[in-house]
Each structure stands twice: as structure tokens, then as C-alpha cells.
């Protein structure tokens, strides 16, 4: 049996995931599943609770310099609302977190969602294993981008 | 006052306590039951080993989805001291165990009524007389996400969400659209609403007034349930106490003016779906019942007054036979809490009358046709479990409101229940089998628990407060997804026989509509009502509602008067927010 | 990292790219060469900030009340960061935006920056972090810098020490006990706030709280005499006389010099913090290399091994003067 791999990166430091619900949604069953899904595999969550603006889970990535931010979206409200979050996470420069998104989304729309920048897009169904693991990898490839800070100086 | 929770195990001590009490009366037979302990010794020590040997059983343990642990087989011996007039009685009879009436479906079939609504008032009008044509029995609103908050359509919260998730109500203009050619005085209209549904029902009443429907007639529910609110619904508004006293306001007027309305659902429904389990979803939902009931007699009303007059909603899930039990459990248990906790006279104070929903929760995206036979199945359980009033969720919910082919076959699915498979044709069909009677005690007894552990807590309002019920729920979801994980509990398509075709779920027919156009009619159109209104008795009634709020008068008459004056849901809510503060909910996970 | 990134994201930070702050406090967060670095070069401009302890029991309402105190801070033109020191749900260890949740009015607003800080995890502990992070703010032109905290705790303790400005936030039927008062952080209020003064227990709360402000000697001292304030949070009342409270308090910390004083003080802690840090842990490194050494001697004779802790110290006490990377 191997270890499960590691939810730190280099410097030690665990991975910080934003766990994200926007607008009037008030689905949260999947989000807190998934927000304890992953602190339980090692992540620090933070978890903004109900009826977050876009403008402000952006602000909230950005004060808490997370490594990933998770959106959960059931209220069919999923293009709009992505579409000022990923606008937002540009104008502070923060484009560079990578963006997940999870809940109702039907699938015709998984590839307007990704042509604005969301890196994955989770289904109802998807394990948390699943979950887990692509998160991970996200957190990390974002880690080992960090040393050169290319994104803040552009 | 004695509490049914108080009982050890079947031998009553209730107070007020009648024939049934004095002499518990087992249903078996002393010598027989020792002939067929006996025997089961010996099958169980002879008998299975051998089977098990060639053909071991596929799991270690066998649970319900709430986790109680399932035997072989059941047996007389399960219901050893069982008094079945205690127990079960006749249907129409205390316990009203097997139903409310003496003789259910055999008179008149449950009500067929579909969650519908979408886009704004035009396509709802169009959606409701569509159902009412193919046979649906009662109508059901469902609104959207600013409207269920008490927002309006050009409220900067609500860009780019009107007319998703529900229709848009923001004045009682847009009521008048959905109703246009519906008589409110033939129909009865469900409305799924709760913080506003002092506004929403007012529109509804004006509307009915408009049509020249007496009160006495005006029929339907409002789901006015806010503590559930706080639990699982989440379009909470006003903090926990004012959400309650804004709601039993609208229950007292309605209790006075409207003698066929249901002024309150009190749901289970959202309470499961946001992750409890059967017993849970139970024990929670009475709780709440009983916090209603007791603000309710605090306000000096009597409890045969308005006590028939509460309605409840649950979930039927997929696990079949608990949720049958649960269903009788419910009954039996609400029967005694009237009865025994508050005194009520009247039978129809006891009655525990339900809508239920086929669980959404357990619909899912891959091979979503399968979704129809589990809506089948849930359905089975609710008729079987004797409910009032049912809805099916149609095979599309994991996608979008549902389209009218997907509705059109949910419908179909209850008529089929109902017309042909002939469940309906015997009252309580399953009751009296070993299995089930063990099950509804079982899930009885842990729901007593609960409710107990709750009442220590000083009631489901301070137990909400203290984010009791919330932690129980998430703690319940993560453990149904971890035993997905584990293998455990399966869904097929999902983790078992899992199909990755995302071609099969591009084929479902979603419902389209064009949302920015809606978006931007509902904006203009609110802007018109603001517009053309007569100013004068708009302000006037606002004026008043804010008054009569800071009074802490019933603020019934004075919202259907800001409503008959054309003050938009936004306004109104406003004002409240205004005079009781809105609620933050601390983000636990 | 490269010092010159260091320099280009505190360059960024300083025309105000919120991104680079953020990054810059995550820098800080842990012990190490980087914290060194971000540090050297912040803290020259360091030092004119008031930092501003809410400090009470959990419930009280300090979030809420911090939110608008927030307003009315801005409102007089200043500039505001907020650490938040929010214990983790005691139900699942999780959440730590609840502090932020209360003050998400300012969220979209770029003169607050508002940051949690991690309850678990963190290598250098949390009040490393947060003397670090205050460093970073003060360098960074905030002009009120607001720690929230329970106060409970040697690291929230040592965390209230370093504010110029302790505010022990009560509410009605909580400051009744004058021992509770007297326990850790409350004792050393500046300012003490009955909050919740919309219930009616409020007044009862205040005047016991009088007393003990008057008998007990209850306070930091230092010629300053405790303020007492009601306010209501949720119904806004009483917060501009605590904004002038607390105003009133810095300009006495100024003239009287206290000022620079705590700044001091708080650089000595945080010195010897991260001196802490580095030894704590090159001794873990040392203690894992030589974990068979210390257990084979423990089986032979325990003195013996209890004698080893001596070469312990001293290897790890080498290693972080060779300037190994064991912070
Ligand atoms: C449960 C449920 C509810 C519960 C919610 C309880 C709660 N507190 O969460 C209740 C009954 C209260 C409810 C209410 C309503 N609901 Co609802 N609800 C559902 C339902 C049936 C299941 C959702 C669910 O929780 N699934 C279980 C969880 C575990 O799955 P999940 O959230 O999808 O999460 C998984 C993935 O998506 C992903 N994921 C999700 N989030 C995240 C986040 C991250 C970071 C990551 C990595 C992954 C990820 O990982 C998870 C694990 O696989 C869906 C339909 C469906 N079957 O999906 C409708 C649905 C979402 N609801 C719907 C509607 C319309 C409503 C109402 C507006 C109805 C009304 N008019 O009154 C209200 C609104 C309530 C509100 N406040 O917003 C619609 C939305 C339509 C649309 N999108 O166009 C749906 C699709 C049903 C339908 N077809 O009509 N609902
Ligand atoms: N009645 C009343 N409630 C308040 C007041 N301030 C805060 N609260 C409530 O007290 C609870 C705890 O507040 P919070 O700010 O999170 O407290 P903290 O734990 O000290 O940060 C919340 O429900 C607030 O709404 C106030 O002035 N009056
Ligand atoms: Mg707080």
C-alpha cells in the first residue's frame, strides 16, 4: 500500500482550498461534502458560506491566497456567475488560481465554462476520490508555478 | 404533561390514557409463540448455516439507508407483546396508524400535484394549463431564487437568476398573469414559499378576491415553514425568532379568514434531501410541528382550532420499506404528541395529512432514463405509506426544471400507480406484516430519541439556534457519500455499473427558455407596477406595515394591503428586514 | 526564491496589487528564509500602524462588531486590515471564514483587507504568523490593523500583548464574574466594551464592570484608565464613541511615547519567535536522525539517555548557526 499522496507543497505549507457558493444558491449539501471531503484528505478549507457576490469570493481568494478555489453551482446560474468570478479574478491578477467548479451544470455547457478559464468541471456523481485527486494536482501545479511569481509582475 | 417518549417499550402509561391502555394485548398466543421460537432456533442453527455454507449472503450486515441493521426474516417473535389495537386501530382511528381515513384511496385517490414553474408568469400560465389538461388534481408553485428570498427581479443579487430555478413573482401583477384563466375557487394551489409567504399569499388572495372567489373557498398551502429554513432550505431571511413569529402570524390569520387553506407545511422533504437520513428526516420534522404548536398556544389560541388545519410534506426515498414505516411512524407519532402533549380533542387535530416528493437527491445524470424507474418505485412507497398528495420528480432533475415530455411521463408514472397496478384498492396493504410493523416501531422508537435529546435542548427553535439539526444533517450527508465511496450503498450508472457516456446524457430533451429575455420582462414589467401604481395608498400601506411590525401586531392584514396597493415582494420584504434584521448563517461544515 | 521577487512582489504590493499582499503574507505565514526576507526588507517602513486587539469569548460579537467599526474607521479615511484568529469549529475543525462572513460588507472594498489565519498547521505557531503579518500590513500603509481573537491561549495571549490597543469585548450576562476578568487577556484591557447593550441585562453587565474597572484594578494600566463602552453591533449603536475610544488611546500612546514602545516590544517577540522557530526546528531534525541513538540508550539505562538531550541541543543549536535550511 502506498501513502496517499501529499496535500502540501514543497515549503510544507498545506494546500489552501476556497470552497465557493455564489449568488442565491442555497444548495450546500454537496459543497460542505466536498469542503469536508477535502480537509479530511489534508487540505486547509476555507468555506465562504451562502450567498457570496463573485466580486467577493475573488476578494476572498486573493486576501487568503488560496492554492484552488471550488465553486459549487446548482441554481442554473452557473454561466453568469462564472463569468464575473473569472472576470474579477482577472482584473486583481489573480487569474492564475485555478478555478473548479462543481453541481447542476448540464453538458453543453462544460465547454463555454472551460473557454473561460474553469479547469474542471464536476458532475453530480463524481467520486471524491475523483475529486480529490484533480484538486490536488491543481494546488500543486500552481505550487511549483509559484517560484518564478510570473503572474503577479504581469 | 406526559410525553409519548416516556413509555417503555409497548406497556403505555400515558396520562389520559384510555381502554386501549389498560390491558396490553399481545397479538400471538403464548404456546404458539414458544412452537415457532422453537423452530426458528432450529432453522437458524441448522437450516441457515447450510445455506450459508453454499451460498454465502452478499453483504456482512444489511442496513436501511438510516442505518438500522436488518434481520434474515422477521417473525411473530419481533412483534412478541404487540397490541395491535394500540399499535395500529383501524384506519381513520387513533393511532391513525393506517391512514387518516376510513377508507383512503377507495374513495378518492391522493392529490396529483406537480412542483411546476418556471421563467416568468406567461410560461407558468402556459406549464400550469398543460398539467390541469392531462389530469393533475392540484397545483403547485414553484418560484425562483429572488422571489423565494423576497427579492426583486432588478435587485442586484437577482442579475442573471430570474425565472431558473421557478417562476418570478414580484407584484401582484405577475400573479394575475399565472392565474389568467384558472379558477381559483376550482383549484387548490400548493405554494412553495416561505419567508415571503406573507407577501405571495396575499398576491394569491387579492387575485382570488379580483375573480370574485369568497375566502371560504379559497383553497391550497404555503409552505410557510421557517425553521427548516435555517436546517436545510437555506432562502432563509429574517434571524430565527422573527422567522417564526412572521410565520405564525400568517397561521393565525389564515385560521381565521381562510377556513381551507394549509397556512404552514411543515417539510421534511428539503430536511432529507439536504442529507438526513429516514429517521432524521422524521424525528426533525415533528420537532418542528411541535415548536409551531406550542407558539401557536402561546398565542392564546386553542388547539383544535388550528391544529387541523397543520400540514406536513416528506420525502420518499428509494429505500422502500423504511420509508413506508416511516410514513406510519409519522402518523402514530404526531396522533399521540397532539393527543397526549396538548390535549387536543378533535380527530382531525391527530391527523398527521402529508404531501410527499419522490427524492431528487437520488436522481442522477448518468443513464438518466433510469431515473424514472426510481421515481416509480418512491412513488409506490409514498401510496403504500398512505400519503395525501404526491409529487414525481420528472427524469431531467439533475439538469434543469423539468421539461413538459419529462413532466408529462412523471405524471403518468402516479396515474399508472393509481389506475393500474391496483395498490390503492386496500387500505394499508402492508400492514400487518412482521417486517413492516417491526420497522415503523423501530423507527419510531429512534425518532423518540431524537426528539427527546431535542426537547432537552429547550425545543427545535433553540436547537436550530444552537445548529444542532445542521451538524446532524451535514454529518449524515458526508457519511451517505462515504459509504458511495466505500461501496456500501450503491447507484447504478454511478457506482455500480457506472457508465461514462456523456453521449446518452447529451440525448435528454432539456427544457429551453430563453432566461435573459424573462430577466429583462420581469425588470420592465416591475418597473411598470412601480410606475402606475396609485402612490398615495402604496405609501400609506407601507407606512402601516412598518408600524404595525414595530407594534409587533399580526402583520397579515397589513402585508395583503401593501400587496392589493401593488407594493413589489422586494418593498414589502424591506420593511421587515428593516424592523427585524436579517440572518447570517455561521458557515459549518 | 530570488530576493529581487521578493522586492517586485512588495513593489506590487506597494501600488496597492492586493494579489502581491496576499502573497506576501503567505510568505510570512511559516519560519523561514523567505519570512527573513519579506521581512528585512518590510519592516523599515514598519511601525506607524495602531494594531488593535478585539479580544472576548466566542459569541460575544467581535466580528460583528469589528465589521463596523471597519465603517466607521474608513469613514475617518483609514486604511484597515483585519487578521482574523478564528478558533476552529469545535464540531468539525473546519471554517475559518466565520469571522469573515460578518464583514463581508467590505469585501468588495479595496481600503480592507481582511485575512484568517490558520489555527493548525502552521510550523512557526500563530503568533509568529500573525507579529509577521502585522509587520507586512504596517509596511504596507494600513493604518488600522485589527487582530481578532478569542484571547484564550499563550500564543493569542502573547498575540494581545503586541496590540497597542486591547478591546475586551463582554456581552450581558457574561462580565458578571469579576474572576473571569481577571484571567489572561481581559485583565489588560484598554478599552472595555459591553456589547449587545440592545438586551436588557446590559446595564447590569455595565455596572458591575464599572465596579470592577474602579475597584478591582482591572486594566493595562500605565496611567491610562480603562474606557467603558456599550454598544450594539447589530443595531449599530455606541460605535462611534468606541472609534473615539480608541482614537483617544493612540494618541495617548503617542504622546506619552508607549507607542514605540509596544512597537518594540513587539519586534523582540517576534524575533525571539522566529529564533524559536528555527531551533524547534532543527531539533526535530536532530531528534529524528538520532531517534535510534536515543532509543537504544534509552533501553539500556534512562539517564543515560536523558543525558543525550545535551548533544541534542547543541547539534541543532550547530545546524541553525551553519544556516542550514531547517527553518
Ligand atoms: C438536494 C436538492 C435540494 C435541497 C437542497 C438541500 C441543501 N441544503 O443542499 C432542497 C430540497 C432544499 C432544494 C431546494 C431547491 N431546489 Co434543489 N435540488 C436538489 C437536488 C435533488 C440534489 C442536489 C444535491 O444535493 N445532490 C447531492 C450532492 C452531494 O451532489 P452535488 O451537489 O451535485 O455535488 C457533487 C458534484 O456536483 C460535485 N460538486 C458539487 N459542488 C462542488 C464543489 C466543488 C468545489 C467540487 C470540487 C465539486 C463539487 O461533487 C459532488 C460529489 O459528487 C438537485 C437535483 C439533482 N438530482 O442534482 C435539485 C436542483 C439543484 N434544485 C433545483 C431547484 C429548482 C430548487 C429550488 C429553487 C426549488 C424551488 N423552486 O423551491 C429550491 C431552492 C433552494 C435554494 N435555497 O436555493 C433545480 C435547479 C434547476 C437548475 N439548475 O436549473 C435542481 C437541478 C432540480 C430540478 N431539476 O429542478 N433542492
Ligand atoms: N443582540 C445582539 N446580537 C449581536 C450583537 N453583536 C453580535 N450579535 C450576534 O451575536 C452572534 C455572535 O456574533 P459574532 O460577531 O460572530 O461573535 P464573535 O464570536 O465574538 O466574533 C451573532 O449571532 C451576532 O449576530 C449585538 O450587538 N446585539
Ligand atoms: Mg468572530
Not at chain 1, 487568503?64 to 462564472?82: C, F, K, P
Not at chain 2, 424525528?283 to 398556544?297: C, M, N, P, W
Not at chain 2, 384498492?425 to 423518540?448: H, M, N, Q
Amino acid at each position: 500500500m502506498s501513502s496517499p499522496p501529499s496535500t502540501r507543497g514543497p515549503e510544507g505549507r498545506r494546500y489552501k482550498v476556497l470552497v465557493a457558493k455564489m449568488g442565491l444558491d442555497g444548495h450546500d449539501r454537496g459543497a460542505k461534502v466536498v469542503a469536508r471531503a477535502l480537509r479530511d484528505a489534508g487540505f486547509e478549507v476555507i468555506y465562504t458560506g451562502l450567498r457570496q457576490t463573485p466580486e467577493q469570493v475573488a476578494m476572498a481568494a486573493v486576501q487568503e491566497d488560496v492554492d484552488v478555489i471550488g465553486v459549487s453551482i446548482l441554481n442554473g446560474a452557473h454561466l453568469h456567475l462564472m463569468r464575473r468570478l473569472m472576470r474579477k479574478l482577472e482584473e486583481l491578477g489573480a487569474d492564475d488560481i485555478p478555478v473548479v467548479l462543481g453541481g447542476t451544470i448540464p453538458v453543453i455547457d462544460i465547454e463555454p465554462l472551460k473557454k473561460m478559464g474553469v479547469r474542471e468541471v464536476f458532475l453530480p456523481g463524481t467520486s471524491l476520490a475523483e475529486i480529490i485527486e484533480k484538486v490536488r494536482r491543481l494546488a500543486e501545479e500552481k505550487r511549483s508555478r509559484e517560484e518564478g511569481l510570473a503572474k503577479v509582475e504581469g | 404533561m406526559k410525553r409519548p417518549g416516556d413509555y417503555d417499550s409497548l406497556w403505555v402509561v400515558i396520562g389520559g390514557c384510555d381502554w386501549r391502555c389498560k390491558v396490553a394485548v399481545a397479538l400471538f398466543d403464548e404456546r404458539e409463540l414458544e412452537r415457532i421460537a422453537k423452530a426458528y432456533k432450529e432453522w437458524e442453527e441448522k437450516v441457515v448455516p447450510e445455506w450459508l455454507k453454499r451460498m454465502p449472503e452478499r453483504m456482512e450486515e444489511f442496513t436501511t439507508l438510516s442505518g438500522i441493521p436488518l434481520k434474515r426474516v422477521y417473525t411473530p417473535l419481533d412483534l412478541k407483546d404487540w397490541d395491535y389495537m394500540e399499535k395500529l386501530g383501524f384506519p381513520g382511528d387513533y393511532p391513525f396508524t393506517r391512514g387518516i381515513h376510513a377508507t383512503m384511496y377507495r374513495a378518492k385517490l391522493w392529490t396529483m400535484r406537480m412542483f411546476s414553474g418556471y421563467g416568468g408568469p406567461e410560461e407558468t400560465n402556459r406549464r400550469l394549463k398543460f398539467l390541469i389538461e392531462h389530469g393533475e388534481t392540484g397545483l403547485s408553485l414553484a418560484f425562483d431564487e429572488p422571489t423565494l428570498v423576497g427579492i426583486d427581479p432588478d435587485d442586484p443579487m437577482a442579475e442573471g437568476h430570474v425565472g431558473i430555478e421557478g417562476v418570478n413573482v414580484a407584484s401582484l401583477r405577475d400573479m394575475e398573469i399565472i392565474f389568467e384563466g384558472i379558477n381559483l375557487g376550482e383549484v387548490t394551489t400548493n405554494m412553495t414559499i416561505n419567508p415571503p409567504a406573507p407577501v405571495l399569499l396575499s398576491y394569491y388572495v387579492a387575485v382570488a378576491e379580483k375573480q370574485g372567489v369568497p375566502y371560504h373557498k379559497i383553497g391550497g398551502t404555503t409552505q410557510n415553514d421557517p425553521l427548516k429554513e435555517f436546517i436545510a432550505q437555506k432562502t432563509y431571511v429574517f434571524p430565527p425568532e422573527a422567522a417564526v413569529k412572521i410565520a405564525m402570524d400568517l397561521v393565525e390569520w389564515s385560521v381565521k379568514n381562510l377556513p381551507k387553506w394549509n397556512p404552514i407545511s411543515i417539510s421534511g422533504y428539503h430536511i432529507r434531501e439536504a442529507g438526513a437520513t429516514a429517521v432524521q428526516e422524521l424525528a426533525f420534522t415533528l420537532a418542528d410541528g411541535i415548536e409551531y404548536v406550542r407558539q401557536l398556544i402561546a398565542r392564546g389560541m386553542d388547539v383544535d382550532e388550528f391544529a387541523p388545519r397543520l400540514s406536513f410534506f416528506f420525502d420518499a426515498h428509494i429505500n422502500f420499506f423504511e420509508e413506508i414505516a416511516k410514513f406510519r411512524a409519522a402518523r402514530r407519532m404526531w396522533a399521540k404528541i397532539m393527543k397526549d402533549w396538548f390535549g387536543a380533542k378533535k380527530k382531525r387535530s391527530m391527523w398527521l395529512r402529508f404531501h410527499t416528493q419522490t427524492a431528487g437527491v437520488s436522481l442522477v445524470p448518468q443513464e438518466p432514463w433510469n431515473n424514472i424507474v426510481r421515481t416509480a418505485i418512491e412513488a409506490l412507497a409514498a401510496v403504500l405509506g398512505g400519503t395525501q398528495s404526491l409529487h414525481t420528480n420528472s427524469f431531467d432533475e439533475p439538469f434543469r426544471v423539468p421539461s413538459e415530455f419529462a413532466a408529462k411521463i412523471a405524471l403518468r408514472t402516479q396515474q399508472i400507480i393509481a389506475y393500474e397496478t391496483g395498490v390503492a384498492d386496500v387500505v394499508d396493504p402492508l400492514g400487518g406484516s412482521y417486517f413492516i410493523e417491526w420497522l415503523t416501531d423501530e423507527i419510531e422508537e429512534r425518532a423518540w430519541r431524537i426528539i427527546e435529546r431535542i426537547e432537552s435542548m429547550g425545543g427545535m427553535l433553540e436547537a436550530v439556534k444552537k445548529g444542532y439539526p445542521q451538524r446532524e444533517i451535514a454529518e449524515s450527508a458526508y457519511r451517505f457519500q462515504k459509504e458511495l465511496e466505500e461501496g456500501k450503498r450503491f447507484i447504478v450508472g454511478v457506482n455500480i455499473f457506472r457508465s461514462d457516456d456523456i453521449e446518452e446524457i447529451r440525448k435528454v430533451p432539456l427544457l429551453e427558455f430563453d432566461q435573459e429575455e424573462i430577466e429583462e420582462r420581469q425588470k420592465r414589467r416591475v418597473k411598470e407596477v412601480r410606475a402606475s401604481r396609485n402612490q398615495e395608498r402604496w405609501r400609506r400601506a407601507l407606512d402601516n406595515l412598518r408600524r404595525a411590525a414595530e407594534r409587533g401586531e399580526n402583520i397579515m392584514p397589513y402585508v395583503l394591503e401593501a400587496a392589493k396597493a401593488y407594493a413589489t415582494i422586494g418593498e414589502i420584504m424591506g420593511v421587515l428586514k428593516e424592523v427585524y434584521g436579517v440572518y447570517v448563517e455561521p458557515p459549518e461544515y | 526564491m530570488k530576493a529581487s521577487s521578493v522586492d517586485r512582489l512588495i513593489e506590487l504590493a506597494l501600488e496597492g496589487k492586493l494579489r502581491a499582499l496576499g502573497r506576501l503574507l503567505t510568505l510570512v505565514e511559516h519560519p523561514g528564509p523567505e519570512a527573513l526576507e519579506v521581512l528585512s526588507r518590510v519592516a523599515p517602513r514598519a511601525g506607524r500602524a495602531q494594531v488593535i486587539g478585539f479580544t472576548g469569548i466566542p459569541g460575544a460579537g467581535k466580528s460583528t462588531l469589528v465589521s463596523r467599526v471597519i465603517t466607521h474607521l474608513r469613514r475617518r479615511g483609514y486604511k484597515v486590515a483585519v487578521l482574523a484568529i478564528d478558533p476552529s469549529s469545535p464540531y468539525s475543525g473546519g471554517s475559518i471564514m466565520g469571522d469573515r462572513l460578518r464583514m463581508q460588507e467590505h469585501a468588495a472594498d479595496p481600503g480592507v483587507f481582511i485575512r484568517s489565519i490558520p489555527t493548525r498547521g502552521l510550523k512557526g505557531g500563530l503568533s509568529m504568523a500573525a507579529l509577521a503579518m502585522i509587520e507586512v500590513f504596517d509596511a504596507l500603509g494600513y493604518d488600522k490593523i485589527i487582530i481578532e481573537t478569542v484571547g484564550v491561549g499563550q500564543s493569542e495571549v502573547d498575540v494581545a500583548h503586541a496590540a497597542h490597543t486591547i478591546v475586551v469585548v463582554t456581552m450581558p450576562g457574561a462580565g458578571d464574574d469579576i474572576q473571569m476578568l481577571k484571567a489572561g487577556v481581559m485583565e489588560i484591557g484598554d478599552i472595555y466594551v459591553v456589547n449587545k447593550s440592545d438586551k436588557p441585562e446590559a446595564n447590569k453587565t455595565a455596572a458591575y464592570l464599572q465596579f470592577a474597572l474602579e475597584k478591582e484594578g482591572i486594566g493595562r494600566g500605565e496611567g491610562w484608565t480603562p474606557r467603558l463602552v456599550k454598544t450594539s453591533a447589530v443595531m449599530g449603536q455606541g460605535i462611534d464613541v468606541l472609534v473615539d475610544a480608541i482614537e483617544e488611546h493612540w494618541r495617548y500612546l503617542k504622546d506619552t511615547g508607549l507607542a514605540a514602545r509596544r512597537v518594540a516590544s513587539r519586534r523582540v517577540l517576534l524575533t525571539r519567535l522566529m529564533a524559536e522557530a528555527r531551533l524547534n526546528a532543527a531539533l526535530s531534525e536532530v531528534l529524528e536522525e538520532m531517534r535510534g541513538e536515543v532509543e537504544a540508550a534509552l533501553e539500556k539505562d534512562i539517564s543515560g539517555a536523558f543525558t543525550l538531550s545535551e548533544v541534542l541541543a547543541r547539534r541543532a543549536a550547530e545546524r541553525v548557526l551553519k544556516g542550514s535550511r531547517a527553518g
